[in-house]
């Protein structure tokens, strides 16, 4: 993933690398063999969704439905799958408005048409390291940080310009406020990593340095460290 | 049911729980919805791959099989290089000893999944622990203990932050920091070698033929 960055009056197009790689896990047989992963069919779909949509019943329906296993079903070999859209009678639908809804801690809803998530650290506008620097326990206790990024160079000028950040971040014991901004009203809005993915309004910029090595990594949030 | 931890705070043993707060409960929960013209809302189904079925969501179920494709009632998790992981037991199984301390330093290598406040059925419990956290806390040091609901493979970190007179705990797991350098063209080998190979090789001519 690349990330277009910009302090003071300097530009670049960057490195972006998690933090946090998923270890792989497999499994092996009791001698040692490889083994296989297999996806199968748990249920007969023809009765589960009906009484799904019974839903306050859904128990005593169960029960009552006297459901059978379906040996022509059940535990049948899917490989791939692919996502559609039906109406209440399993028919394809194509024609049909996404609608955001919002479900919030008092009970109460609110909705409105989609909005698809556009990705913004690749636009023309840069993401900006700003001026303003907070204290780490600061920023600690104010939020909570999903994801964590390296940010990299590519080579030896952009490998001088973030050494050179990393450097004074780390002197100064502070991290940096990093804003992105919406192309159209070039306000600030949340980082957005990719298309459709989440956002996070706030992000923050840490710097260390080690001989002449430097680690900047920048920090993702989506949630105040606040108890409801 | 409320699970209770088990916690010691040098001879000092107490219960606790957790209990969640996450972005959903803090600003709500987002979902989406598909609706006709009519307003009619659409549900979303799965097509398998020679289109001959739909399948709701979670009406499938994945599981590991040896080569021959027999079902396997003991499975060994391995990494990639085939070391065997080991099982991180529950933290409800026995009494956590509350006496490994990071620095403020060390939470940001923390990717944090999920935030809880501490809570015990009286407050008096929790105020020897609160003490402690918020000295530790002028210090720049947390307390942590090994977070896992169930017997886990993966190791996650339970991180005390002691915020006014609660304590709230935030699970993540660790990552040791990467430093990046730059790659150095050694010149003076290149030269060398280049000096060795004009002694030996002949020089080009320009003429054509």
Redesign the interface.
């Known amino acids: 993933m690349k990330i277009h960055l910009a302090y003071e009056n300097i530009d670049a197009d960057l490195w972006l690398t998690p933090v946090y790689r998923k270890k792989k896990r497999t499994y092996q047989t009791k001698t040692g063999e490889k083994t296989i992963y297999r996806r199968f069919l748990k249920f007969d779909i023809d009765k589960r969704p009906k009484l799904l949509l019974q839903d306050p019943k859904f128990f005593e329906n169960v029960r009552d439905a006297d459901v059978d296993v379906d040996v022509e079903l059940t535990g049948r070999l899917i490989k791939k799958t692919r996502k559609i859209t039906v109406n209440e009678d399993y028919i394809p639908v194509y024609n049909f408005m996404m609608y955001d809804i919002l479900e919030l801690p008092d009970g109460s809803k609110k909705e409105r048409v989609h909005q698809h998530t556009q990705g913004n650290i690749m636009d023309k506008i840069p993401v900006r390291i700003s001026q303003d620097l907070y204290d780490p326990k600061e920023v600690m206790l104010s939020y909570v940080f999903r994801r964590n990024l390296y940010i990299k160079h590519n080579n030896g000028l952009t490998f001088k310009f973030l050494y050179d950040l990393a450097k004074k971040l780390s002197d100064l014991q502070k991290f940096a406020r990093v804003d992105t901004y919406d192309p159209k009203t070039k306000k600030r809005a949340p980082l957005a990593l990719y298309d459709g993915g989440r956002k996070f309004p706030r992000a923050f910029l840490e710097g260390k340095v080690k001989e002449k090595s430097y680690c900047l990594v920048l920090h993702l949030s989506d949630q105040e460290l606040k108890i409801p | 049911m409320v699970r209770y931890l088990k916690l010691k705070l040098e001879d000092f043993e107490f219960k606790a729980s957790l209990a969640s707060?996450?972005?959903d409960?803090?600003?709500?929960?987002?979902?989406?919805?598909?609706?006709?013209?009519d307003g009619?809302v659409?549900?979303?189904?799965?097509?398998?791959?020679d289109g001959s079925?739909?399948?709701?969501p979670n009406?499938?179920?994945?599981?590991?099989?040896?080569?021959k494709?027999r079902y396997?009632k003991?499975?060994?998790?391995?990494?990639?290089e085939?070391k065997e992981?080991t099982v991180i037991p529950s933290m409800y199984k026995s009494t956590i000893e509350l006496k490994n301390i990071i620095s403020?330093?060390e939470?940001?290598?923390?990717?944090?999944?999920r935030?809880y406040?501490l809570k015990s059925e009286s407050s008096e419990e929790l105020t020897l622990l609160s003490l402690e956290c918020q000295i530790l806390f002028e210090n720049?040091q947390l307390l942590k203990f090994p977070y896992a609901y169930y017997d886990s493979?993966?190791h996650r970190d339970a991180i005390l932050?002691p915020?006014e007179d609660?304590i709230?705990v935030?699970v993540g797991?660790y990552?040791e920091?990467?430093?990046?350098?730059?790659t150095e063209i050694d010149y003076t080998g290149e030269e060398e070698e280049e000096e060795e190979e004009e002694e030996e090789e002949e020089e080009i001519d320009f003429e054509v033929w």
């Open positions: 707060f996450s972005r409960s803090s600003y709500g929960k987002q979902s989406y919805e598909r609706r006709g013209e009619t659409y549900r979303t189904v799965y097509l398998i791959e079925l739909f399948i709701l009406s499938t179920s994945s599981d590991v099989f040896d080569e494709g396997l003991k499975k060994i998790p391995v990494d990639e085939g992981f403020l330093q939470y940001f290598n923390y990717s944090i999944e935030s406040v720049d493979l993966e932050i915020i609660k709230v935030v797991r990552t920091p990467e430093f990046f350098e730059v």
